[in-house]
Nanobody
């Protein structure tokens, strides 16, 4: 089982990036998928999640209206479109998969019971 995150990079404040997370070894359509991030010197925090059942989404307040999560089950891939980026968005971004019914459950369930991929670095310059 592997989750491969990609798409990170360096972008100026106000810019956009699109992250991808490709799943292999599991049927991602049966998993709620999420993105977390960890900034230097800070704890990992939840960003957003999309449920497997009805594709309901859930966002952290800090990214609401700027970030959009989506999934393509045919490609076993989940995406994170990030717009209006600011320096506070600088972090390593991780994707995670969880066998939970709702997106809202991922912040509490994923850290202990989720499947995690390696991170991709996002750096936003001011």
């Amino acid at each position: 089982v592997q989750l491969q995150a990609s798409g990170g990079g360096l972008v100026q404040a106000g810019g956009s990036l699109r992250l991808s997370c490709a799943a292999s070894g599991l049927t991602s359509s049966l998993y709620t998928m999420a993105w977390f991030r960890q900034a230097p010197g800070k704890e990992r925090e939840f960003v957003t999640a999309v449920s497997w059942r009805d594709h309901t989404t859930y966002y952290a307040d800090s990214v609401k209206d700027r970030f959009t999560i989506s999934r393509d089950n045919a490609k076993n891939t989940v995406y994170l479109q990030m717009d209006s980026l600011g320096p506070d968005d600088t972090a390593v971004y991780y994707c995670a998969a969880g066998r939970v019914a709702t997106a809202q459950a991922m912040p509490s369930i994923a850290p202990q019971r989720g499947i995690w991929g390696q991170g991709t670095q996002v750096t936003v310059s001011s």
